[in-house]
């Protein structure tokens, strides 16, 4: 018997970033065998140079449309501008993590091949047309985050937390799960491609398929933690290492925002009138839920957490309308987050490498006087998530907003406006401690080379981008042009 490959489309190329990821992690592997433990710290840097490498074969991918391994992933604008995104937080993780890892007694090469790992199944999930793929990318990044939740091995709060997120991400990969056996029972096929042949072609009242969308749904929504799947989310992110929450908090966000727009908005746009107002609700929920329990938190990670559940809900309202523009709206907000909300957990990272063990709000009292540059870049981001002009956050809102307007929808607009007001309570209420005069003596201690220099970067991206959102925009609508 013959197996004809060609009619496979096998094309290492259209993959080559993810691999470069892969091999990077197994070099790792064998590197941290032979690397003393107090020379781990070239762990970080063969992370970061293997991830340069990624990073450079995702740009010929721009521009492309290339289907490939019999149409599960492809190689176009969109996988690239993930690729991009990703990877540069990769990058900026693990030049933060080294002295945090040292201050935590934590520096294991270990966390470098977790974090490469969770890498390469988000990237794979951006570039993913097929659901095989797609849950494929979601189990290779979930199971990597849950040991990197559960990493600080000694403390309590570290395994609580990783324990949380394997049990309800594991009841949310069932819901995933079962919505595709659903969606192929009713289509006869596990491709994109195929599937919205499918929906094109036949009536929109297929029971079967509507509630494999939906189960599928709650499984994405999970992961960008949106409520009413969002219990996980407070818990991990104060429990886990704050140097994997920073990672965690945005680069899982925009992986499944990836997944969710080649699937609603490239796959089902045929029967968007059904499955509008179940994700309408969901970003309603995610935004009252998110900002309104924010306003009561009095530690910082936690507070930053229910701040995610509401930015899952701007980020969702860019895709309810169902077009280029919306989406492009949700593109563009993902960039801003990431850069954002990236800064605003580094800054509690490099507290926390400096030996200062607390994400209480009364510790931050007076940083300003103490730390002025983590008190500074904190200000810039505090003002960019609370969506204050010249910042990016400003113009992640206005898009998604405008997109809004554009598709005469209304009623998640009212909201999403009037919770942005509410979200400048919470968020000034961190500069506003900031800046308050410290309690006891005054005393500096230095950030280190590699995180200030991260720090500079994301708050310089933060306010360049406010200035100059079209650098950006530009290239989120061209990824946003999504086709099969």
């Given at each position: 018997?013959t197996?004809?490959?060609?009619?496979?489309?096998?094309?290492?190329?259209?993959?080559?970033?993810?691999?470069?990821?892969?091999?990077?992690?197994?070099?790792?592997l064998?590197?941290?065998?032979?690397?003393?433990?107090?020379?781990?710290?070239?762990l970080?840097?063969v992370?970061?140079?293997?991830?340069?490498?990624?990073?450079?074969?995702?740009f010929?991918l721009?521009?492309?449309?290339?289907?490939?391994?019999?149409?599960?992933?492809?190689a176009?604008?969109?996988?690239?501008?993930?690729?991009v995104?990703?990877?540069?937080i990769?990058?900026?993780?693990?030049?933060?993590?080294?002295r945090?890892?040292?201050?935590?007694?934590?520096d294991?090469?270990?966390y470098?091949?977790?974090?490469?790992g969770?890498?390469?199944?988000?990237?794979l999930?951006?570039?993913?047309?097929?659901l095989?793929?797609?849950?494929?990318g979601?189990?290779?990044?979930?199971?990597?985050l849950?040991?990197?939740?559960?990493?600080?091995?000694?403390?309590?709060?570290?395994?609580?937390?990783?324990?949380?997120?394997?049990?309800l991400?594991?009841?949310?990969?069932?819901?995933?799960?079962?919505?595709m056996?659903?969606?192929y029972?009713?289509?006869?096929?596990?491709?994109?491609?195929?599937?919205?042949?499918?929906?094109?072609?036949?009536?929109?009242?297929?029971?079967?398929l509507?509630?494999?969308?939906?189960?599928?749904?709650?499984?994405?929504?999970?992961?960008?933690?949106?409520?009413?799947?969002?219990m996980?989310?407070?818990?991990?992110?104060?429990?886990?290492?704050?140097?994997?929450?920073?990672?965690?908090?945005?680069?899982?966000?925009?992986?499944?925002?990836?997944?969710?727009?080649?699937?609603?908005?490239?796959?089902?746009?045929?029967?968007?009138?059904?499955?509008?107002?179940?994700?309408?609700?969901?970003?309603?929920?995610?935004?009252?839920?998110?900002?309104?329990?924010?306003?009561?938190?009095?530690?910082?990670k936690?507070?930053?957490?229910?701040?995610?559940?509401a930015?899952?809900?701007?980020?969702l309202?860019?895709?309810l309308?169902?077009?280029t523009?919306?989406?492009?709206?949700?593109?563009?907000?993902?960039?801003?987050?990431?850069?954002?909300?990236f800064?605003?957990?580094?800054?509690v990272?490099?507290?926390g490498?400096?030996?200062e063990?607390?994400a209480?709000?009364?510790?931050?009292?007076?940083?300003?006087y103490r730390?002025?540059?983590?008190?500074?870049?904190?200000?810039?981001?505090?003002?960019?998530?609370?969506?204050?002009p010249?910042?990016?956050?400003?113009?992640?809102?206005?898009?998604v907003?405008?997109?809004?307007?554009?598709?005469?929808i209304?009623?998640?607009?009212?909201?999403?406006?009037?919770?942005?007001?509410?979200?400048?309570?919470?968020?000034l209420r961190v500069?506003?401690?900031?800046?308050?005069q410290?309690?006891?003596?005054?005393?500096?201690s230095?950030?280190?080379?590699?995180t200030?220099?991260?720090?500079?970067?994301?708050?310089?991206?933060?306010?360049?981008?406010?200035?100059?959102?079209?650098?950006?925009?530009?290239?989120?609508?061209?990824a946003?042009?999504?086709?099969?």
């Amino acid at each position: 018997m013959t197996i004809d490959l060609n009619g496979l489309g096998i094309d290492y190329g259209a993959i080559l970033p993810e691999l470069i990821v892969v091999g990077t992690a197994i070099v790792v592997l064998f590197l941290d065998l032979v690397v003393p433990p107090d020379r781990r710290g070239w762990l970080a840097a063969v992370t970061v140079v293997g991830l340069l490498g990624a990073l450079a074969a995702s740009f010929p991918l721009w521009g492309q449309n290339r289907a490939a391994f019999g149409d599960t992933v492809v190689a176009d604008s969109l996988a690239a501008f993930f690729n991009v995104l990703l990877i540069v937080i990769s990058i900026f993780t693990a030049l933060i993590s080294p002295r945090f890892l040292r201050a935590l007694e934590l520096d294991f090469g270990e966390y470098y091949i977790l974090l490469l790992g969770a890498t390469a199944g988000m990237m794979l999930l951006a570039a993913a047309t097929s659901l095989m793929t797609i849950f494929l990318g979601i189990e290779l990044l979930s199971i990597s985050l849950y040991v990197l939740s559960g990493f600080a091995r000694t403390a309590l709060r570290s395994q609580e937390a990783a324990l949380k997120y394997l049990l309800l991400g594991g009841f949310a990969t069932g819901f995933l799960l079962y919505g595709m056996a659903l969606i192929y029972g009713a289509t006869g096929s596990t491709t994109l491609r195929a599937i919205a042949a499918y929906t094109t072609a036949a009536a929109a009242s297929n029971v079967l398929l509507l509630v494999g969308i939906a189960l599928l749904s709650v499984g994405l929504a999970f992961k960008v933690s949106a409520a009413p799947f969002h219990m996980w989310t407070p818990d991990v992110y104060e429990g886990a290492p704050t140097v994997v929450t920073t990672f965690m908090s945005v680069a899982t966000k925009a992986a499944a925002f990836a997944a969710i727009g080649r699937i609603f908005i490239a796959t089902f746009p045929s029967i968007s009138s059904r499955w509008y107002f179940p994700l309408a609700l969901i970003a309603i929920f995610s935004l009252f839920i998110g900002n309104l329990v924010a306003i009561t938190q009095d530690n910082l990670k936690r507070m930053l957490a229910y701040s995610g559940i509401a930015h899952a809900g701007y980020i969702l309202l860019g895709v309810l309308p169902g077009t280029t523009q919306g989406f492009t709206a949700t593109l563009f907000y993902i960039a801003a987050y990431a850069v954002m909300n990236f800064g605003a957990f580094a800054v509690v990272t490099a507290i926390g490498a400096g030996g200062e063990q607390t994400a209480e709000l009364s510790y931050w009292r007076g940083l300003f006087y103490r730390r002025p540059f983590l008190a500074t870049v904190m200000t810039i981001f505090m003002l960019s998530l609370a969506g204050i002009p010249p910042t990016v956050g400003f113009f992640a809102k206005l898009f998604v907003f405008q997109a809004l307007v554009t598709a005469q929808i209304w009623a998640p607009l009212v909201v999403a406006v009037i919770m942005t007001i509410v979200s400048f309570y919470y968020y000034l209420r961190v500069i506003v401690v900031m800046l308050a005069q410290p309690d006891g003596a005054v005393t500096e201690s230095r950030v280190g080379f590699s995180t200030s220099s991260v720090l500079g970067a994301a708050a310089v991206a933060t306010v360049f981008l406010g200035l100059f959102p079209a650098v950006v925009l530009d290239w989120a609508s061209h990824a946003a042009s999504l086709h099969f």
